[in-house]
């Protein structure tokens, strides 16, 4: 009986540190050794930030102007750049197309997180939800139903993973 005593002991250390160190792990984007935001633990983070490649290949970021409220140039992108007041563009990702706005996820593109469902002006994250109108842009984007949780915007005409064509944004 000692024996299985004992492996349960091991199973039980095991799980104790898989816990522990996985916290940091998927709430962490950053190679060094961080603190959660989400739970407070100290640890080094396993997820790399998000290459160019890896980010190309998504269909679900918009790069925009983020200078701030008195920024009135509304520049936004499927690929990045400068935006018309010359400042860099920066990676969101969609969370949920109404009409012809987007709503965005303002932590950033490595970010993987839906819409609060207690509060729809913020992420799962909890940051705000950065809304953004695609009138005028040329930018296609999925809107199934008029308001679409696909997240699917491209700069040409194509087919979204639910099967709708892409709507232009005129």
């Not at 633990?41 to 925009?64: F, I, K, N, S, W």
């Not at 709503?103 to 970010?111: E, N, Q, V």
């Amino acid at each position: 009986m000692p024996s299985g005593r004992m492996s349960w002991n091991w199973v039980l250390l095991l799980a104790v540190a898989l816990v522990m160190s996985g916290c940091c792990g998927m709430h962490c984007k950053q190679k060094a050794r961080v603190q959660c935001d989400k739970c407070g633990m100290r640890g080094a983070a396993m997820a790399a930030p998000m290459t160019a490649d890896q980010a190309a290949e998504r269909h679900d970021l918009l790069y925009v102007c983020n200078c701030g409220p008195e920024c009135k140039c509304n520049t936004v992108s499927t690929k990045p750049g400068k935006c018309a007041c010359g400042q860099p563009l920066v990676p969101y990702h969609v969370v949920k197309v109404e009409g012809d706005e987007a709503l965005l996820c303002t932590c950033g593109a490595d970010c993987k997180c839906a819409i609060d469902p207690a509060d729809n002006t913020k992420c799962g994250c909890g940051k705000e939800v950065k809304r953004v109108s695609l009138k005028g842009t040329g930018i296609f984007f999925c809107n199934c139903g008029g308001s679409c949780f696909c997240n699917t915007v491209a700069d040409q005409p194509g087919q979204c993973k639910c099967g709708m064509p892409l709507k232009k944004a005129d």
